[in-house]
């Protein structure tokens, strides 16, 4: 198929998608006599023909698409436009996954010269069943693109949701919501502590206080309750009142209404026009408060939330200078920064809500704290830096000789391809020491299960960063070294340090240095 001078995709099971779509036509005839004849929305033809007629439209839209490329260029029909892009002003063709529920859809985008990127309808892939067909398709694209086009990288580059060449748009739009939550609540805490100072500095109401202002003064109402409703899901528990008097009912939580029983003689606290107290000889029940306190709270939840979306537009601007598929830093150590804040921020505004008011203590509470975010935050920025290869020197110097001396050493690798001495991709964990250089799938002690690595038909060819085609399984701070197995690719991932002193330990069985340019950290 990669030799193919035309590449046609269209969708899979046509001949299904067909009949749907005249099963939705139907379901539009099915409508429209309903609608003709006055039956309206409730009409049961209409009721069931306009479901068909939506899904009939879909699934027609979804026949209709077609891919198609020849020497000329890329070619989209689908049933609302038709696309022709020539290959002289695409720069390259790359896999987009977008991750679902329980699968990974796999779709085709296309870099235009100017930046643009489109993402074509055709081919698509939503299971590891129908990859192959998929991956065949994109080869047979990037095929007729070499011929014919000048692509700008020689690998297939793949976007996953870690790659620094998605986009920020929904970090963006969730970091400005929270933060406009975070300012909404702090614009609540100085209404919810004047109400709260309110209702504990009230007064019972006198014979001399006027009709309107009782609503400021606590007023004072006997009732008997006749029966008790306890809910069992979410919703509040209710008092019923005898006679209906002075109100039919009375919604409190499910812990206040368990204390009380028919029969029992009550009195309710009212305070602006509404219950606040219901007090019988042996249980009170309270209506909470939302204090300036727990309103801060949530205004400092949602801002430390928005930290997170923020941290990681951070490292996303960090690695502008990226190629789009490679692997940014996790904002993890970002978020460890956040939730260490959280512990001290959390109860300070919870006591001091409208700030440390010149108290010593609140004063040294919030700058103790102030400096410890500054610490961890300072830490999370130096732990997602973005190293590249040879930034580390762990383990060099040390002579092969002298790290055989240490003893076993188990370090965590993983070779990404399936080989003899990796099969099914079992390995987790490199060993090096006293015997050869081995793969095992646990981290020892011993060499259980362990297979030898071949180190006399491996050759370091180089060093990169992760890319988004390596897979999820790869850690976002290792590296990859691209190795040649006997003319077969075979990509071997580590930690920078670990990655450094296996491949030493490699080349030292063959007698070479390994070849790893330093570069800069960003």
């Known amino acids: 198929m990669a030799d193919a001078g035309e590449v046609s995709a269209h969708p899979l099971r046509r001949r299904a998608l067909w009949c749907s779509a005249a099963l939705g036509a139907a379901g539009a005839g099915l409508t429209g ?3 003709v004849d006055g039956g309206g929305l ?9 479901p068909l007629a939506l899904l009939g439209l879909v699934l027609l839209y979804a026949a209709t698409t077609r891919v198609s490329a020849d020497a000329y260029g890329l070619r989209t029909r689908t049933l609302l436009r038709r696309r022709n892009m020539p290959w002289s002003d695409i720069a390259d063709l790359r896999t987009y996954i977008r991750y679902g529920r329980n699968q990974e859809v796999h779709r085709v985008g296309v870099l235009l010269r100017d930046g643009r990127t489109r993402r074509l309808p055709l081919p698509v892939s939503a299971s590891s069943g129908d990859r192959p067909a998929f991956e065949a398709e994109l080869d047979a694209l990037r095929t007729l693109h070499r011929r014919h086009g000048a692509p700008e990288s020689a690998h297939v580059p793949v976007l996953s949701y870690r790659v620094a060449g998605r986009g920020t748009a929904v970090p963006a739009v969730l970091c400005a919501l929270l933060l406009a939550g975070a300012g909404l609540a702090m614009w609540f805490v100085p209404v919810a502590g004047a109400e709260k100072e309110a209702w504990t500095s009230a007064v019972p109401c006198t014979a001399g206080t006027p009709a309107t202002g009782r609503e400021e003064c606590l007023s004072t109402w006997h009732a008997r309750i006749a029966r008790v409703e306890i809910s069992t899901g979410r ?10 008097r002075p109100l039919e009912r009375l919604g409190v939580s499910r812990e206040g ?9 009550v009195q309710l606290t009212v305070w602006r026009n509404q219950v606040r107290v219901v007090a019988a000889e042996h249980h009170v ?7 300036a306190g727990e309103v801060a709270v949530i205004a400092a939840v949602c801002a430390l939330g928005a930290g997170y979306p923020g941290a990681r537009m951070l490292l996303h601007r960090r690695g502008r200078r990226l190629p789009d598929d490679e692997v940014l830093p996790s904002a993890l150590p970002f978020a460890a920064a956040l939730v260490g804040t959280a512990v001290w921020l959390l109860p300070f505004c919870y006591v001091h809500p409208m700030g440390p008011a010149g108290s010593p203590g609140a004063l040294v509470w919030a700058a103790s704290g102030a ?12 732990a997602t830096r973005i190293r590249t290869p040879g930034d580390t020197t762990a383990g060099a110097g040390v002579p092969a000789r002298e790290r055989r001396e240490e ?10 391809e399936h080989t003899d001495y990796n099969p099914n991709g079992f390995g987790t964990h490199l060993v090096l020491g006293d015997g050869p250089l081995a793969v095992t799938p646990h981290p020892g002690p011993g060499r259980f299960a362990a297979r030898r690595v071949p180190v006399e038909r491996l050759t370091v060819t180089g060093v990169r960063r992760v890319r988004g085609g390596d897979g999820d399984t790869v850690g976002r701070s290792w590296h990859i070294a691209e190795l040649d197995d006997a003319g077969a690719p075979v990509r071997l991932a580590a930690a920078p340090a670990d990655l450094t002193r296996i491949l030493q330990e490699l080349e030292a069985g063959r007698g070479t240095a390994p070849a790893v340019e330093p570069g800069p950290s960003v």
Do not use: I, K, P
């Open 33 to 35: 006599v309903g609608a």
């Open 42 to 50: 409730l009409d049961v033809r209409v009721a069931v023909g306009l």
């Open 235 to 244: 919703q509040s528990s209710r008092l019923y009142f005898a006679d209906g």
């Open 257 to 265: 209404a368990r204390g009380f029983h028919a029969g029992d003689d």
């Open 285 to 291: 029940w309270r209506r909470h408060f939302t204090g």
């Open 371 to 382: 400096v410890a975010t500054l610490a961890m935050l300072a830490r999370a920025w130096r």
């Open 407 to 416: 003893g076993d050493r188990f370090l965590a690798a993983r070779f990404l």
